[in-house]
């Protein structure tokens, strides 16, 4: 839990910092949700590999070699202003930078979740998982809240002027970059700290193109298992419209409430506060009950509709952490059901690569979507609206397909908990 919420908040403090070596590079504003597309098609792109890796070794040792990747990305990031070879040139090496770091994020994934199915029965799984979200949601407040700091002028003032900084870092991204890499240290660290499970899994197919073909079985499992279907489309949308909500509300801060960037990020911790107290509180829902909280789905589409009309701190503050709170409770469950169910019929590398690479793939539809938006100059509100409706409306026909699930099949809620790793796959 240690290793996971220091290599996310390292991440979360990144994009951060990389939004402001935009701004400072004078990049467009397109850019940005750009830049973070790239980091998901790391996900999409890699999707039929990772799941093989993180079975093929011990989860500790595959954390730490995809945190060192992620360290990688960081100091080639901090490169970028070192050599003047033009503002184009090093947009794009902030680009080829966050990219490599989704690489490492990508193979990282399935290793830290495996690793929590290997520890715990299923009925333990809904707990676990409030657990791992809750942390990593407190890493994103943190890392985003940390960016901010980082990139604010007192703080990278006194940076600058630090006697170990200093030498090394001569612009306020640079002294921000450098802290955020011995974040990544830390987090290495602590990968090697973790214990091996001893759970082992047969020898992984090392050939891509039948690993592609295997990948693509594995994808047609979950779609079709109806428990499976639900959880997958439910945690797709969220992790979807969250990634692109997230840059919503720094434009949003913005434009509409005149904050700068090292606010604005402080905001995006406010909404993540709210997803820590919805997954605290997630914790109590059984695994047999987690469909029951599919409408929460609904009211938090229709509670971002709400984000145009508030401009006091504390309406803007209130409605952030009720976005973030309905989020985290409804979604805690749903992605302790689909990793049960990717348990039972894959294994747990395998199903979690499969989980990523559905949400990562819309991940890249929505923020392609936002990107179109702001490169057509639409209003920011009009973009708000547009979001919490489609995220309302998806939601409708998510429960409605729940229910006509039931109804073909009234023994599913008995398959909830049931043991058989793997199932499919024989």
Request: glycine share 10%; hydrophobic share 55%; net charge neutral.
């Amino acid at each position: 839990m240690a290793a996971q919420a220091l290599s996310s908040l390292a991440d979360n403090a990144l994009l951060i910092a990389a939004i402001a070596l935009i701004a400072d590079l004078q990049g467009p504003d397109w850019m940005v949700p750009m830049m973070k597309w790239w980091f998901a098609l790391a996900y999409v792109v890699l999707a039929a590999f990772v799941g093989a890796f993180a079975d093929s070794f011990p989860k500790g040792r595959v954390m730490f070699t995809t945190n060192a990747i992620k360290l990688g990305g960081c100091i080639l990031m901090f490169t970028t202003q070192m050599v003047d070879v033009g503002s184009y040139a090093q947009l794009v090496q902030v680009f080829v930078a966050y990219t490599l770091v989704g690489i490492g994020a990508a193979a990282y994934s399935p290793a830290k979740y495996g690793i929590v199915t290997e520890m715990l029965p299923p009925d333990m799984l809904v707990k676990g998982n409030s657990w791992i979200e809750g942390l990593t949601v407190l890493s994103i407040i943190l890392g985003t809240v940390l960016g901010g700091v980082l990139i604010s002028p007192a703080v990278s003032g006194s940076l600058l002027a630090h006697p170990w900084v200093g030498p090394i870092a001569q612009t306020r991204t640079e002294a921000a970059i450098l802290i955020i890499g011995v974040v990544y240290f830390l987090a290495a660290i602590c990968n090697l700290l973790i214990p091996r499970t001893g759970v082992s899994y047969p020898k992984q197919q090392t050939n891509p193109f039948k690993l592609i073909t295997e990948f693509g079985c594995y994808v047609g499992i979950l779609w079709k298992d109806k428990l499976g279907q639900i959880s997958l489309a439910v945690t797709t949308l969220f992790w979807g419209a969250g990634a692109t909500l997230q840059l919503i509300v720094i434009e949003w801060g913005a434009r509409h409430l005149g904050y700068p960037l090292e606010r604005s990020s402080i905001l995006m911790g406010v909404a993540a506060v709210g997803t820590v107290a919805g997954s605290i509180l997630a914790g109590k829902v059984p695994l047999k009950r987690a469909l029951s909280v599919l409408p929460l789905g609904v009211i938090m589409g229709l509670t971002v509709l709400l984000m145009p009309f508030v401009y006091e701190p504390w309406a803007v503050y209130s409605v952030l952490l009720l976005i973030g709170a309905l989020s985290g409770f409804f979604v805690v469950p749903m992605n302790a059901l689909l990793q049960h169910r990717g348990h039972v019929l894959l294994s747990a590398g395998h199903s979690i690569a499969v989980q990523n690479f559905n949400e990562q793939l819309n991940i890249l539809l929505m923020l392609a979507l936002y990107s179109l938006m702001l490169w057509l100059n639409l209003p920011i509100n009009s973009i708000i609206v547009f979001f919490g409706l489609l995220v309302a409306s998806l939601m409708l026909l998510f429960i409605r397909w729940s229910h006509l699930n039931h109804k073909a099949d009234p023994t599913l809620l008995h398959q909830i908990g049931q043991h058989g790793h793997g199932q499919a796959l024989h």
